[in-house]
């Protein structure tokens, strides 16, 4: 069974621009999370998708949304890119959004400059 | 956002040596789990723990869910090169939010 794919893996922006990332689960699972790392501020929760409705919602401007569609694959946006905005960008899936475990993506390092 | 306090921060070991660390919090969690995350990937899960006092391995490793459920503690036996890595906790709570801990990085000097 694949497991979590996000795309591009690597992207670089400047100030002002906005991004678009995306994430496809594993096959089978409903829930797609996705969060922020950096060296400084570690791994912090962006949202949660299930069934195509924000579950939860991590502590981000308004700058951060993001959606999930009817196959469960999900995209997060960026707009008005921020230099403090550079980071890995996670996205985990699990089978429901009571499932407990969670699988992680390889990310996608976003550069802005 | 909330973040668990995680322990030590960083380790450098000869291979063969046991490994040791924790993971605490001042709140209660409904379950715990360690990561491994290599450089340029995702974390890759290790461990998961569902009930106050569980005891679970997976291999060499070793992880414990605490009795009062606000901490877990990851033990890693004969440690070898490719244990090298950041390790992660994280904490679940109702309403399935995840909280993960500052990571502890770790070394293995051959």
């Known amino acids: 069974k694949a497991g979590v794919t996000q795309t591009p893996r690597y992207l670089i922006k400047t100030r002002g621009q906005q991004v678009t990332l995306s994430c496809s689960p594993i096959?089978?699972?409903?829930?797609v999370s996705w969060y922020q790392q950096t060296p400084g501020q570690g791994l912090q929760f962006l949202f949660e998708y299930f069934s195509e409705t924000q579950r939860n919602k991590g502590n981000f401007p308004g700058r951060f949304s993001g959606r999930q569609f009817s196959n469960s694959r999900s995209e997060m946006n960026v707009s008005t890119l921020e230099l403090g905005d550079s980071a890995l960008y996670l996205c985990a899936s699990s089978i429901s959004e009571s499932t407990d475990t969670q699988y992680f993506g390889p990310g996608t390092r976003l550069t802005v400059l | 956002g909330q973040q668990l306090n995680q322990s030590p921060q960083s380790m450098f070991i000869q291979e063969g040596e046991d490994v040791s660390m924790n993971c605490t919090s001042s709140?209660?969690?409904?379950?715990w789990l360690w990561y491994k995350q290599d450089p340029g990937e995702g974390p890759v899960l290790l461990i998961a723990?569902?009930?106050?006092?569980e005891l679970t391995s997976n291999g060499r490793l070793t992880a414990q869910f605490g009795i009062t459920r606000k901490d877990s503690f990851l033990n890693i036996s004969a440690s070898i090169p490719s244990d090298v890595g950041i390790y992660f906790c994280a904490g679940l709570k109702t309403g399935n939010q995840f909280y993960f801990g500052t990571g502890t990085s770790l070394t293995v000097i051959p």
């Open positions: 723990l569902y009930k106050a006092g």
């Open positions: 709140s209660i969690f409904n379950t």
């Open positions: 096959s089978g699972h409903r829930s």
